[in-house]
């Protein structure tokens, strides 16, 4: 049972990220006024709004899929889940604090709970030695 709550905790993550990709592609807003990724302090002023748009799409599907590959790993008892989870969390990460727009407003609406939610899935994974438990 803990085995499936944890595979479709890990699949439903990676829709949050779809619905970023979503709102990077301006399909809709997740909220009034949120502009995410416009303003990247690391890419928008090296490539405009317009591309960093493009680069935060592609990185938010690729940790979906990442996402949604370790989670199907965990329900169908992979070996493979663990490293596949654990690089999907870092790129998470790295993305949301790639594409942050360098303010300490409105964390939520930049990836600041996805960024928590992957130190949690990491730390459990590699400090608590997830995989080695039974699911």
């Not at 748009?53 to 329900?75: D, E, H, K, P, Q």
């Not at 493979?80 to 790129?91: D, E, I, N, S």
């Not at 990460?93 to 996805?114: E, N, R, T």
């Amino acid at each position: 049972m803990m085995r499936f709550i944890v595979g479709v905790f890990i699949v439903l993550h990676s829709l949050v990220h779809l619905l970023y990709f979503s709102q990077s592609q301006r399909l809709f807003e997740l909220r009034p006024e949120m502009v995410w990724p416009d303003g990247s302090w690391a890419f928008s002023r090296l490539f405009g709004d317009e591309t960093t748009r493009l680069l935060a799409s592609i990185s938010c599907v690729l940790a979906a899929i990442g996402f949604v590959a370790g989670g199907i790993g965990i329900l169908f008892v992979q070996v493979w889940w663990r490293p596949v989870v654990v690089g999907a969390a870092a790129f998470s990460s790295i993305v949301f604090v790639l594409f942050w727009d360098g303010k300490m407003q409105k964390l939520d609406a930049q990836g600041g709970v996805g960024i928590l939610i992957n130190i949690a899935i990491l730390a459990i994974v590699l400090i608590l030695q997830w995989s080695d438990f039974e699911f």
